[in-house]
């Protein structure tokens, strides 16, 4: 198990950008699969992006994700971003390994950060 921390969250125009980042617990991190969701109000949780840990990754949309092992960090980059993209970001781990988009496949969530952009 592991416990994860989101940040970078906030208030941006549309067409801004925003780089979230999510520190990790624990020695094993490089280990883990992480992912990104994210959740509008009314709406259910989708997936973002999600990185393995070799560094291959799969991202919906104009996103891109990174992570740096020795930092126990994965990163999430948002360009261009639209009003459409407000919610709620939150990043998981997989102790299995698992990096799609089925969000029952992570073990561990993060409390969660806000993006709210501006039309």
């Known amino acids: 198990q592991v416990q994860l921390v989101e940040s970078g969250g906030g208030l941006v125009q549309a067409g801004g950008s925003l780089r979230l980042s999510c520190v990790a617990s624990?020695?094993?991190?490089?280990?883990?699969?992480m992912g990104w969701f994210r959740q509008a109000p009314g709406k259910e949780r989708e997936f973002v992006a999600a990185i393995n840990w070799s560094g291959s990754n799969s991202v919906k949309g104009r996103f891109t994700i990174s992570r740096d092992n020795a930092k126990n960090t994965v990163y999430l980059q948002m360009n261009s971003l639209k009003p459409e993209d407000t919610a709620v970001y939150y990043c998981?781990?997989?102790?299995?390994?698992?990096?799609?988009?089925?969000?029952?496949?992570?073990?561990?969530w993060g409390q969660g950060t806000q993006v709210t952009v501006s039309s």
């Open positions: 998981a781990a997989s102790g299995a390994g698992y990096s799609g988009s089925y969000s029952p496949g992570y073990d561990d």
């Open positions: 624990g020695r094993t991190f490089s280990s883990y699969a």
